[in-house]
């Protein structure tokens, strides 16, 4: 069923709606005691890889109800504005939504929405905040944990199908987040980053599918009897596990390497050009071995972008 999570109104008869699709099992009627996980996607509204995930779980469950074990709230677009606009953040005032949780009740509009969604997701036994990179990088299927939240997390992680576990403290996972707040609250929050900003990637969808399935089974929620080939998530837990590129010079970005890649230390990942003169400005070179986990998309750099992230070869090999 469609449940409207918070509205507020707006001027010229307008309706400001946060809206959910709950999932339980078919003929239940009371639901307490059930466990809850719960999908969340569209703070940014420039990240829609998460579109194609709640459209296909949401579709797989309705047409096996009878595996549903327990209750299943699928949040599409926390800023609906944004997603309809292609905006980043809250449209008209230029502001990130991802900076504004746990809200409050008694705040402006934004923050009364915000206060309103932690309020409505908290107490889930497991949380999915599904994010996409911008439009500027690609990014591999990978989870974010803040390291104050490891030991209750790691494990959802483990089983969630993705290629890397993220260990640190970058500002995606830090206070003033969705999933921050929630794990605060003792609502167990991942946080998913993969593909790129204004584009579905298919596979990683399907990838992370496989992955909430199989969370949803061992957290008896949904049981569908089937094997999944789970993979085993590379996992950085250092400060110095990651080289950073960055570009030295503004230009022309053309990318050699894809995301995902094995390089070798001063491999090429890519050149920076000058369409003008044709000359090649700069070469980005790997400064190490390692794998190439995010890359950069967008070909327009102004010096000092980041041009892609690469784990070091000794975290790497652990797994591999």
């Known amino acids: 069923m469609e449940i409207i999570v918070t509205q507020v109104e707006l001027p010229v008869d307008e309706n400001l709606s946060v809206k959910k699709m709950r999932l339980i099992p078919k003929g239940v009627t009371n639901i307490e005691g059930l466990k809850r996980i719960s999908i969340v996607t569209g703070i940014h509204g420039d990240e829609l890889e998460g579109q194609y995930v709640c459209y296909q779980l949401s579709s797989i469950i309705q047409e096996n109800i009878d595996q549903l074990q327990g209750i299943v709230d699928i949040y599409p677009a926390l800023n609906p504005f944004g997603i309809d606009s292609i905006s980043r953040g809250i449209p008209a005032f230029d502001l990130d939504m991802n900076r504004i949780f746990p809200g409050r009740i008694d705040g402006d509009m934004n923050e009364y929405i915000a206060a309103k969604i932690i309020e409505d997701v908290q107490g889930s036994d497991l949380c999915i905040d599904i994010h996409a990179s911008n439009i500027f990088l690609t990014e591999v299927p990978q989870i974010r944990i803040n390291q104050l939240h490891k030991d209750m997390l790691l494990g959802y992680a483990n089983n969630a199908n993705v290629d890397f576990i993220w260990v640190h403290g970058a500002s995606t996972v830090l206070e003033s987040t969705f999933a921050h707040s929630l794990n605060v609250l003792n609502t167990p929050t991942i946080v998913v980053e993969m593909g790129v900003g204004m584009r579905i990637t298919k596979r990683y969808g399907d990838q992370l599918l496989d992955g909430i399935f199989n969370l949803m089974n061992l957290l008896s929620i949904y049981d569908d009897k089937k094997i999944r080939n789970i993979r085993k998530p590379i996992i ?80 790497y090999q652990e797994v591999r």
Do not use: C
């Open 236 to 315: 950085s837990d250092g400060n110095d596990d990651v080289l950073f590129l960055n570009a030295p010079v503004s230009g022309i970005f053309i990318k050699e390497k894809e995301h995902g890649s094995y390089v070798w230390k001063d491999e090429v990942i890519g050149n920076i050009v000058n369409p003008l003169s044709g000359q090649v400005l700069a070469i980005i070179q790997a400064p190490g071995n390692g794998w190439l986990f995010t890359t950069r998309e967008y070909p327009v750099v102004s010096e000092g972008s980041l041009m892609g992230r690469i784990l070091k070869e000794a975290v």
